[in-house]
């Protein structure tokens, strides 16, 4: 609004001579007066004595009453006060200072108290008028009503001071800076304008050395700086926002900040959190998502992610595959602690064996795996990973057989290693791939020879596949009903006659022929399918028996995976129930790898079955780990003598001394000693004198099926 008076209006009003009162208001012209009034602006007039001699309808109506013209204390009715409040002499109101100085006033508002009590504030804008002679004869004035100017300001101000205590009150930062520019326009920098306590204490300064700063001295040395520069001057000019997260180097450490910065006004305020706690929870948690919270190593998804990227490197990749011989020997005999102890150490030991561009990883249970790098330096100038990995896999071995002082005890275990590698001029098989051909390895060191090594070899892969076929034929077998028992008689020597058959699994496959259960039952065990195929053949051997004499009994093989999980008493008390069985026509034989597990569910599983009047029989005595400590803490019925001892005895006499002492030992424990593998009359004859009570083999019966025991049994 222009607040000055119209140069037209003043020409006229100068023009007036200084004489009567009301002579001012004759020689204002129509025209004038008529645009005077069309203003809608409040103007009025007074006499160099400060006399009151024009004013227009607008003025009377801000003024709230139509004072009489000629009157000095025209405006008495009025009460006027400072900006501040305090009361305003009328002398010190603009316009007397301007009559006084002779010179325009501007920029003195008042509040002024109208008759009827409302206040109002005004900005009055007097005009000193002058004689021909330049004396001044009086003085005009536009009256502009800023109440509404002056509660939107006072409402703005009010608004600004919630909104700088909020700032400094905020959890966050918050920053304003005002673009510096060079000779360009371009900018150059940031300098700040503003700060608030939070944005001080994260950045480790006081507030007086932020305020005016520039952004780049609180970033010296953080490389990031133009590009930080660059963001911010893109949002000054474009008006959109921008999103960060990002670290800092401060007196303290590392700080993570994530901002938000938008453009305000002439320059840009950047609002931000300290987010270091929350990255440090990440942090933890991927970190315990990656790694083995027994070890601290990594873990099988650190591992295959470490593996993804090798494979990717295309600079080569060896994978090593471990298991831990005797493991679970020492953990089930001296308890979980010492076991997770024995782990702990262990993964300590490989990690001394690696170089640092190696990773060594646990994948669970005893099984750990190594990743080896063929780039340099970890793999030397003309060094192929091949010889690397052969030389890394006799540092573990070293390293692991060494004993283990865990506390009080003191354990040894072995180590088994399967081999994967992929040279650097080799194409590179998919990660999942490289660390499937090092299990297979694996796999085939545990068969050939425990505490062995091998390298992956294709014709592994191909037999791996066979044996998923295989795995899935035999799951369809058992579905469809393709697999039989077979039953080989027992002989009793004093008899001369059978008074039992063991049950054997036969599977007719039907595309290979006749499947031995040597290559069958360990698959069966590897994949859980002995569970359901394990309690089939108690239920078909127990429904066959109950169809043979009262006094013929049978055996049935468990394997050591049948006692895990503790069901195995409650699947043979359902056998003999649907059956209509009685319990002690059912022998049981197991081996001595069942006894190695030494936990107390076997134990108890063991002694709930001799409980229910079932026979119990240690199969293949005298192989593995066998020990006379096993017939002490279980007591069986009968012990059945390896065929290898049975088969060499006719010629061996340490075989034989074996077969004698074995025969004699179970007569003194009030078991029965059955001889297996007797192949010919020569085997016949020296278990008999061996002092055995019961053979059987191929020469006394060959496994028949049930339809022709009953000719045998004849006889």
Known sequence: MNSGVSPALLAALQSAPAGCPGMGCAIVAER?????????????????????????????EFWGWSPPL????????????????TPLPHDQCAMAACLREGRPIRGRWVYADRPDGTRVACAPFPTPLHDAAGQVVGAVSVLVDISELQAAEAARQASEARFRAAQEAAPQGFLVALPLRDAAGGVVDFILDYANPEAARLFAHTRIEMQGASLRALLRGDPRSDALIEGYAGVLASGEPLHREVSYAVPRGELWIRSQTMRLGDGIAIVFEDITERKAAEAHIRHLALHDALTGLPNRIAFQERLAEAVA???????????????????????????????????????????????????????????????????????????????????????????????????????????????????????????????????????????????FAPPMAAERETRLLLHADLREALSTGAVTLAYQPIYDLRQNRPTGFEALLRWTHPRRGPVPPAEFIPIAEETG???????????????????????????????????????????????????????????????????????????????????????????????????????????FDKIKIDQSFVRDAVARPDCLAIVRSVAGLAAELGMTATAEGVEGPEHLAMVRGAGCAEAQGYHLGRPLPLAEIGALLGR
């Open 529 to 635: 399918l002995i569970l359901p195929l394990g309690e089939w053949v108690l239920r078909r051997a127990c429904a066959d028996a109950a169809t043979l004499p009262a006094h013929v009994k049978v055996a049935v093989n468990l394997s050591p995976v049948q006692f895990v999980g503790g069901e195995v008493a409650r699947v043979v008390r359902e056998a003999l129930d649907a059956a209509g069985l009685a319990p002690e026509r059912l022998e049981l034989e197991i081996t001595e790898s069942v006894l190695l597990q030494r936990n107390d569910a076997v134990l108890a599983s063991l002694r709930e079955l001799r409980a229910m009047g079932v026979r119990m029989a240690l199969d293949d005595f005298g192989t593995g780990y066998a020990s006379l400590g096993y017939l002490r803490t279980f007591p």
């Open 313 to 455: 490197a295309k600079q080569g990749v060896a994978v090593l595959s471990l298991d831990l011989d005797g493991f679970r020997v020492v953990n089930d005999a001296l308890g979980h602690g010492v076991g997770d102890a024995l782990l702990r150490e262990a993964a300590a030991r490989l990690g001394l064996c690696i170089e640092p561009e190696d990773l060594a990883a646990r994948l669970g249970g005893d099984e750990f795996a190594l990743l080896l790098s063929g780039a340099p330096p970890a793999t030397l100038a003309g060094e192929t990973l091949r010889s690397r990995a052969a030389g890394m896999a006799r540092r573990l071995r070293e390293a692991l057989t060494r004993p283990f002082l865990l506390g009080e005890y003191r354990a040894s275990i072995g180590v088994t290693i399967g081999i994967a590698v992929a040279e650097r001029d080799q194409p590179v098989p998919q990660p999942e791939t490289l660390l499937r051909h090092a299990d297979l390895a694996l796999f085939h060191a545990r068969v050939e020879e425990r505490g062995g090594l091998r390298f």
């Open 32 to 60: 004038e007066r008529a645009l005077i009034e069309a203003l809608g602006v409040a103007v009025y007039m007074v006499d160099a004595a400060g006399r009151l001699t024009f004013y227009n309808r607008a003025a009377a």
């Open 70 to 85: 000629q009157d000095q204390r025209w405006c008495g009715s009025w009460r006027l006060f400072a900006p501040d409040g």
